[in-house]
């Protein structure tokens, strides 16, 4: 059983728990068990809950790996890049349980989701890769024009700012705000809607509705990736 994150299915609802016992950061193991239970979820479950661990839904990129250097960085990177994208086409709907801070890849994980619900209290909505030196992928940003309101676009991504759970609410990067004891019946409550829907027809109305946002995705992480590869092969020669 994988000890980052943990699956569970009951009557078509697959949860997926991420628990690295810290912030969940998206290292390559986290991201890898990520998308196993995803596999696995599609083949089974008819909604899936992906769950942080309390005080954390993820603090995005494990930063371990930009000090480490070398091919696992442009590895992770694209890793993770992929599973926002893989969210963003999934054929089935996915609700994000924030349930503490989302912060860089954790805050865009979020926009990838289908419906997202945070708690109300003590947690912090960031894209704060501006203030750690590290550039926006286009991807990403791709990702967060589906969601972030348009208003707040450049406050969050280019300034970095961080938001509280009312004022995420209303930049987008959440749909509802719940106190933490109450998550788990909201989560039930919005799943029981979801299992109501028609499968075929929600998994082709998602693609259809994402189609320019997919089509720009396909573009951005080539370019992401050829630009990662060409700074690597300029440290390793510098």
């Known amino acids: ?25 998206m290292s390559i193991a986290m991201l890898t068990a990520l998308n196993e239970a995803l596999d696995r979820a599609e083949q089974e479950a008819k909604v899936v809950v992906l769950y942080g661990r309390e005080g954390s839904f993820s603090g995005g990129f494990d930063l371990g790996a930009f000090k480490r250097g070398g091919a696992e960085v442009t590895t992770m990177l694209e ?4 599973l926002c994208a893989r969210l963003v086409k999934y054929p089935l709907p996915v609700i994000a349980a924030c349930t503490g801070h989302a912060v860089a890849l954790g805050a865009i994980l979020l926009f ?6 945070g708690v109300d209290v003590g ?4 894209l704060s890769e501006v203030r750690i030196g590290i550039v926006i992928p286009r991807l990403a940003l791709e990702v967060c024009r589906r969601k972030l309101a348009p208003a707040q676009f450049h406050a969050a991504t280019t300034l970095g700012i961080p938001y509280t759970p009312a004022s995420a609410l209303a930049a987008g990067f959440v749909d ?8 788990h019946e909201a989560i039930q409550r919005h799943c029981a809607d979801l299992m109501t829907v028609n499968a075929d ?38």
Not at 9 to 24: E, F, S
Not at 203 to 231: F, G, L, T
């Open 201 to 238: 027809s929600f998994a082709r109305n998602k693609r259809r509705i994402n189609s320019q946002v997919i089509e720009a995705m396909s573009d951005a992480i080539e370019a992401d990736v050829a630009e990662w590869k060409a700074q690597a092969i300029g440290s390793a020669s510098s």
């Open 1 to 25: 059983m994988n000890t980052l994150v943990r699956y569970e299915l009951n009557n078509g609802v697959a949860t997926l728990r991420m628990d690295d016992g810290k912030a969940n950061v």
């Open 112 to 117: 990838a989701c289908d419906l997202r619900l």
């Open 176 to 183: 509802e705000l719940v106190p933490g004891y109450a998550m």
């Open 79 to 82: 890793a993770g890049l992929r």
């Open 123 to 126: 947690a912090r909505f960031q």
